[in-house]
């Protein structure tokens, strides 16, 4: 059975898709430990050197999505996608602030490789998650609010078999059914990329996840896939 897939007419569209996913279980999410603490503010010093004075825009990944969010209709300046989103915080204000184990073994591997990393928490999510095409009646609850709205038709979404939305706008925001917190447990972790080096560069970042994960989640287990045009269905 599916647990993540790719719709067609979204690689249609966006032939160049990598993704890397992992499904894990028997996570223990809390504080972050110190070791891992240090080595994210490690990581988000190196990565403010590295790019010096080079604009976002100009990094391949971040370009990459740009044209993606342009494609189906959606102003790349007004809605960025999280790895740009994340690295414009890090420039702006000098620092990502420490939220929780998971979120921050995701956030440092984004910054690391400048690609959306997203942890899905799997509670409220109903069969396969499916990369698709909106028709516009699915729902969505934005993170910290309670009302539901519902995504543009055409727009990329993360949606289930009961058409609940987990992302919208691809990689701009989750929901609030699905941030990573405290008591999750069950996990969909999710690395993309457009770019020319996607494939090597998504390869490495869900080498790098899984790394964090034995180190920092030693009694979960999990299962790992690289997806893309030719393998589009993630289903351990």
Aim: glycine share 6%; net charge negative.
């Amino acid at each position: 059975m599916a647990l993540f897939q790719y719709d067609p007419a979204v690689l249609d569209r966006f032939p160049n898709t990598v993704g890397g996913v992992i499904w894990v279980r028997g996570l223990q999410t809390g504080p972050t430990p110190d070791a891992l603490k240090d080595m994210y503010f490690v990581e988000q010093r190196a990565v403010l050197e590295r790019l010096g004075d080079t604009p976002l825009s100009e990094l391949p990944s971040l370009s990459a999505w740009r044209r993606v969010f342009s494609g189906f209709g959606v102003k790349p300046t007004q809605y960025r996608s999280a790895a740009e989103a994340l690295l414009r915080r890090l420039t702006k204000q000098g620092d990502i602030p420490s939220l929780n184990a998971l979120v921050d073994l995701g956030n440092l591997v984004s910054i690391r490789y400048a690609l959306p990393v997203a942890v899905f928490d799997l509670s409220d999510t109903t069969g396969a998650v499916t990369v698709a095409l909106a028709q516009g009646n699915e729902r969505f609850t934005p993170l910290g609010e309670s009302a539901i709205e519902h995504p543009e038709p055409g727009e990329v979404i993360f949606v289930d078999e009961a058409e609940l939305v987990s992302a919208r706008r691809w990689c701009w925001r989750q929901s609030a059914q699905s941030a990573a917190r405290e008591s999750t447990r069950d996990a969909l972790i999710t690395v993309e990329g457009h770019h020319d080096r996607a494939a090597a560069d998504v390869a490495a970042a869900l080498e790098d996840l899984q790394a964090l994960l034995r180190v920092y989640q030693p009694q979960a287990v999990w299962d790992a896939a690289l997806l893309n045009r030719d393998a589009r269905v993630f289903a351990p």
